[in-house]
């Protein structure tokens, strides 16, 4: 029996979000219903809004979140309603060529539900990032609900299904950050914190945080950071060398995504060492390079995705540190909100007022 519940929906591109009753229909085979506890509010339900993700209006926004199983469908194993779940955006399918690779953080055929979410009227509803998690109730496949401990609170716990992943991974997956390695991750919002914790984590003996806010480098330290950067006033590179002997850091993580700061990152390396972009750039952006200095410096140039991760052995892993206090999920969320203020919450993002603002239903 299908179930109507509140839901933030992106009508058309550029307009405010509205809370509209929604349709929810009940599991079919291979999918789950699940009820949202907290769902946090990413930069990438703001590209969606604005229509930089696709035209497929109307959206259902959030996807970053955690809750309890409601319902499964025919032909889920190891799911059962009660189960305390993370959402994931990667479900990976076993059977690409990615996955039978051994490469199942590359798969190229990710699960989704099969079956929409609707408006009232039976318009179908695209999900965000196949997810759609700021309603009562949303509709994923099985292999989108990663089990973790029900300890976890969920405002902290859902975070991890997005900005906290991508930035960790950033870290530890995609840059192999390891002890003794030397970091600078330039952005200190919420993904760059989550790298300076993964980091910080992996045992590196110097992080360098890089911002153009004072009040966000302060934040970095809590999550990790040994030196910061003010780049506002000074010329990042120089200072990032200044603290690294002269020679620049072993792994240099770009979590804005301009050009600008891809070009910083590059330059702020050692002789052989690894950028990683996880910033996720505007379609439009474009950056040109001297060849000789890919050539010369050697090295490797990275993109993460979803920080390169596992949900289904990544998620339990980063909340077992955070229940053992060596992760703070906590600070990184600002505040907590209901379904009619995601609006105001893309507004405090946009000032850069907030790491997290997370709806908590």
């Given at each position: 029996?299908?179930?109507?519940?509140?839901?933030v929906?992106?009508?058309?591109k550029?307009?405010?979000?509205?809370?509209?009753?929604?349709?929810?229909?009940?599991?079919?085979?291979?999918?789950?219903?699940?009820?949202?506890?907290?769902?946090?509010?990413?930069?990438?339900?703001?590209?969606?809004?604005?229509?930089?993700?696709?035209?497929?209006?109307?959206?259902?926004?959030?996807?970053?979140?955690?809750?309890?199983?409601?319902?499964?469908?025919?032909?889920?194993?190891?799911?059962?309603?009660?189960?305390y779940?993370?959402?994931?955006?990667?479900?990976?399918?076993?059977?690409?060529?990615?996955?039978?690779?051994?490469?199942?953080?590359?798969?190229?055929?990710?699960?989704?539900?099969?079956?929409?979410?609707?408006?009232?009227?039976?318009?179908?509803?695209?999900?965000?990032?196949?997810?759609?998690?700021?309603?009562?109730?949303?509709?994923?496949?099985?292999?989108?609900?990663?089990?973790?401990?029900?300890?976890?609170?969920?405002?902290?716990?859902?975070?991890?299904?997005?900005?906290?992943m991508?930035?960790?991974?950033?870290?530890?997956?995609?840059?192999?950050?390891?002890?003794?390695?030397?970091?600078?991750?330039?952005?200190?919002?919420?993904?760059?914190?989550?790298?300076?914790?993964?980091?910080?984590?992996?045992?590196?003996?110097?992080?360098?945080?890089?911002?153009?806010?004072?009040?966000?480098?302060?934040?970095?330290?809590?999550?990790?950071?040994?030196?910061?950067?003010?780049?506002?006033?000074?010329?990042?590179?120089?200072?990032?060398?200044?603290?690294?002997?002269?020679?620049?850091?072993?792994?240099?993580?770009?979590?804005?995504?301009?050009?600008?700061?891809?070009?910083?990152?590059?330059?702020?390396?050692?002789?052989?060492?690894?950028?990683?972009?996880?910033?996720?750039?505007?379609?439009?952006?474009?950056?040109e390079?001297?060849?000789?200095?890919?050539?010369?410096?050697?090295?490797?140039?990275?993109?993460?995705?979803?920080?390169?991760?596992?949900?289904?052995?990544?998620?339990?892993?980063?909340?077992?540190?955070?229940?053992s206090?060596?992760?703070?999920?906590?600070?990184?969320?600002?505040?907590?909100i209901?379904?009619?203020?995601?609006?105001?919450?893309?507004?405090?993002m946009?000032?850069?007022?907030?790491?997290?603002?997370?709806?908590?239903?």
């Amino acid at each position: 029996m299908p179930h109507e519940v509140r839901g933030v929906v992106a009508a058309k591109k550029g307009a405010p979000v509205e809370v509209q009753t929604i349709v929810v229909p009940d599991p079919g085979p291979g999918e789950a219903l699940v009820s949202v506890q907290a769902c946090g509010v990413c930069h990438t339900d703001l590209h969606y809004r604005e229509g930089a993700v696709g035209d497929g209006f109307p959206f259902l926004l959030g996807h970053e979140a955690a809750g309890t199983v409601e319902a499964v469908g025919p032909d889920v194993d190891g799911l059962r309603p009660g189960d305390y779940v993370i959402l994931a955006w990667r479900a990976p399918c076993g059977a690409c060529r990615s996955c039978v690779r051994g490469r199942p953080w590359y798969c190229f055929d990710s699960r989704n539900a099969a079956q929409p979410m609707t408006l009232l009227d039976g318009t179908p509803l695209t999900a965000a990032l196949g997810i759609g998690a700021f309603a009562q109730l949303t509709l994923v496949a099985a292999g989108q609900a990663v089990k973790v401990d029900p300890a976890a609170r969920p405002e902290a716990a859902g975070l991890i299904g997005c900005g906290v992943m991508a930035g960790y991974g950033a870290a530890v997956n995609t840059g192999n950050v390891g002890r003794g390695d030397t970091v600078a991750v330039i952005g200190c919002g919420g993904v760059g914190c989550a790298a300076i914790a993964g980091a910080s984590l992996a045992g590196a003996r110097r992080v360098i945080a890089v911002d153009i806010d004072d009040a966000k480098l302060d934040g970095a330290t809590r999550f990790g950071a040994t030196h910061t950067v003010n780049s506002r006033g000074t010329d990042a590179v120089e200072a990032v060398r200044g603290l690294t002997g002269g020679f620049g850091v072993d792994v240099a993580i770009d979590a804005v995504g301009l050009p600008e700061t891809y070009r910083q990152a590059l330059h702020m390396r050692d002789h052989a060492g690894v950028l990683v972009q996880v910033g996720v750039p505007d379609p439009a952006m474009t950056v040109e390079l001297p060849l000789i200095d890919l050539f010369s410096r050697g090295g490797a140039l990275k993109s993460s995705w979803y920080g390169d991760c596992l949900p289904s052995r990544d998620f339990p892993i980063l909340v077992d540190q955070y229940l053992s206090r060596r992760l703070d999920l906590g600070a990184f969320v600002t505040e907590k909100i209901a379904l009619d203020e995601v609006e105001e919450a893309f507004a405090a993002m946009r000032r850069g007022e907030v790491l997290r603002s997370v709806v908590v239903l």
